[in-house]
């Protein structure tokens, strides 16, 4: 049995974030994330990656706690007050949210149960309080450069992993999603791409091109302004292993 679209597009997802062992992960290990760091006892590092976002970096790290989600959260809550900072955040029974300023750093978190007891995943994004509020303004011109834009469109996030060579965009357009679609279709396809999964650009779904060792995910939903378009990159090979 062939695989539905989504899972297609949740196993790329999967495949473009996969990243070099070589992270920098200096921002994990100064003191600030305390009994909560990747690697201390019943906090499982999974994933760590230096990020770009929009026009500040962050550091990224993906966690698996031995705790329910609500008792991960409050000791989050904890190890940054514990540290001098300033919490905020809200927890229900199998997901929570917090953000913390404590000294020139500012932290972002989500949780999300595991599905079994005693077991959550934490996805925590550490910043500098200059690269925050940078990540926060709307890039102003398309940061995805190998790709072509959506002419017309207005980019909202740009995140990029540059170890594994991955970025992600998403821009606003003032046309229906099929419309956008179709016309990120001409786009890519004038560019020199070409699509390797069949599907109708008006069907409202993601659409696979590739191009050379690169391959490029196009979707488009409602948004704000007509359209919410998403182009995801990533090249293939070389330093990841891929």
């Given at each position: 049995?062939?695989?539905?679209l989504?899972?297609?597009?949740?196993?790329?997802?999967?495949?473009a974030?996969?990243?070099?062992?070589?992270a920098r992960?200096?921002?994990?290990?100064?003191g600030?994330?305390?009994?909560?760091?990747?690697?201390?006892p019943?906090?499982?590092g999974?994933?760590?990656?230096?990020l770009?976002?929009?026009g500040?970096?962050?550091?990224?790290d993906?966690t698996g706690?031995?705790l329910?989600?609500?008792?991960?959260?409050?000791?989050?809550?904890?190890?940054?007050?514990a540290?001098g900072?300033?919490v905020l955040?809200?927890?229900?029974?199998?997901?929570?949210?917090?953000i913390?300023l404590a000294g020139?750093?500012?932290v972002?978190?989500?949780?999300f149960?595991?599905?079994?007891r005693g077991?959550?995943?934490?996805?925590?994004?550490?910043?500098?309080?200059?690269?925050?509020?940078?990540?926060?303004r709307?890039?102003?011109?398309s940061?995805l450069?190998?790709?072509p834009?959506?002419?017309g469109?207005?980019p909202?996030?740009f995140?990029?992993d540059?170890?594994?060579r991955?970025?992600?965009?998403?821009?606003?357009?003032r046309?229906?999603?099929?419309?956008?679609?179709?016309?990120?279709?001409?786009q890519?396809?004038g560019a020199g791409?070409?699509p390797?999964?069949?599907?109708?650009?008006?069907?409202?779904?993601s659409?696979?091109?590739?191009?050379?060792r690169a391959i490029?995910?196009?979707?488009?939903?409602?948004?704000?302004?007509g359209?919410?378009v998403?182009r995801?990159?990533?090249?293939?090979?070389?330093?990841?292993g891929?």
């Amino acid at each position: 049995m062939r695989p539905s679209l989504p899972a297609r597009w949740a196993a790329v997802l999967a495949f473009a974030l996969a990243t070099c062992v070589s992270a920098r992960v200096a921002w994990l290990h100064d003191g600030l994330h305390g009994a909560t760091t990747p690697g201390r006892p019943g906090w499982n590092g999974a994933y760590v990656a230096p990020l770009r976002i929009n026009g500040g970096r962050a550091g990224l790290d993906v966690t698996g706690c031995q705790l329910d989600a609500p008792d991960a959260m409050r000791m989050l809550a904890e190890t940054y007050r514990a540290a001098g900072g300033s919490v905020l955040s809200g927890h229900g029974s199998e997901i929570g949210w917090g953000i913390a300023l404590a000294g020139d750093r500012v932290v972002r978190w989500l949780v999300f149960g595991a599905g079994r007891r005693g077991e959550c995943i934490v996805v925590r994004l550490t910043q500098s309080r200059e690269d925050f509020l940078a990540s926060g303004r709307r890039p102003g011109r398309s940061l995805l450069d190998p790709v072509p834009d959506l002419p017309g469109s207005s980019p909202r996030l740009f995140v990029a992993d540059d170890e594994a060579r991955a970025a992600v965009e998403v821009s606003d357009a003032r046309m229906t999603p099929a419309a956008a679609l179709a016309r990120m279709d001409s786009q890519l396809v004038g560019a020199g791409w070409t699509p390797t999964l069949p599907v109708e650009p008006g069907a409202g779904l993601s659409i696979l091109y590739r191009k050379g060792r690169a391959i490029c995910i196009v979707s488009a939903g409602p948004g704000p302004e007509g359209a919410s378009v998403t182009r995801l990159h990533k090249v293939l090979g070389g330093r990841d292993g891929l």
